[in-house]
T-cell receptor
Framework: AQSVAQPEDQVNVAEGNPLTVKCTYS??????LFWYVQYPNRGLQFLLKYITGDNLVKGSYGFEAEFNKSQTSFHLKKPSALVSDSALYFCAVRVLYGNNRLAFGKGNQVVVIP | SQTIHQWPATLVQPVGSPLSLECTVE??????LYWYRQAAGRGLQLLFY??????ISSEVPQNLSASRPQDRQFILSSKKLLLSDSGFYLC??????????FGPGTRLLVL
């Protein structure tokens, strides 16, 4: 079954430092991978996706993610974190043959410390 | 551009009362539609999805039901709410090959 894992519950980073949120995947075939961000009491916002092509994917709000097939990873990165980046981040993978259903990770709380 | 709406934003209901949450999408045709529940503590649970009018697939057996009476309308219902139905309900849409896009959510508190 297609799945993703987000191994950390919370990531703390100082404002201005690089931010990395980890995600590993398990799929049969080529993965469709996604990152979402959720602010308190709001819906999930789409950040970026990887379907094919360049392994480095650029998305909204200065975020990017690197697809690494050998390590089955799709880590989310931002070179310089802002306090406003404090939120819940979800990695997801498309469930093949499943009508575009997505399997989500458990989520990572990111706290950017001023 | 596409827009997804959910209402109400917040709802407080007594145990045993009925429920109807509505989701509508604008600016697209024949989308796939999804209902998720997010309990406290973050995890997302897929409840129902629909690939067309009148077509509903249930992911988890429970006292909730879903209907799609129109192409861009998706309704989540219950005849009798349970305490465990409390949570944050999210609707989402997608087209083939595109990410899912989420609505603003409905916060349901069952007392």
């Amino acid at each position: 079954a297609q799945s993703v894992a987000q191994p950390e519950d919370q990531v703390n980073v100082a404002e201005g430092n690089p931010l990395t949120v980890k995600c590993t995947y398990s799929v049969s075939g080529n993965p469709y991978l996604f990152w979402y961000v959720q602010y308190p009491n709001r819906g999930l916002q789409f950040l970026l996706k990887y379907i094919t092509g360049d392994n480095l994917v650029k998305g909204s709000y200065g975020f990017e993610a690197e697809f690494n097939k050998s390590q089955t990873s799709f880590h989310l990165k931002k070179p310089s974190a802002l306090v406003s980046d404090s939120a819940l981040y979800f990695c997801a993978v498309r469930v093949l043959y499943g009508n575009n259903r997505l399997a989500f990770g458990k989520g990572n709380q990111v706290v950017v410390i001023p | 551009s596409q827009t997804i709406h959910q209402w109400p934003a917040t709802l407080v209901q007594p145990v045993g009362s009925p429920l109807s949450l509505e989701c509508t999408v604008e600016g697209t045709s024949n989308p796939n539609l999804y209902w998720y529940r997010q309990a406290a503590g973050r995890g997302l649970q897929l409840l129902f999805y629909s690939v067309g009018i009148g077509q509903i697939s249930s992911e988890v057996p429970q006292n909730l039901s879903a209907s799609r009476p129109q192409d861009r309308q998706f309704i989540l219902s219950s005849k009798k709410l349970l305490l465990s139905d409390s949570g944050f309900y999210l609707c989402a849409w997608t087209l083939e090959g595109v990410a899912q896009y989420f609505g603003p959510g409905t916060r349901l508190l069952v007392l």
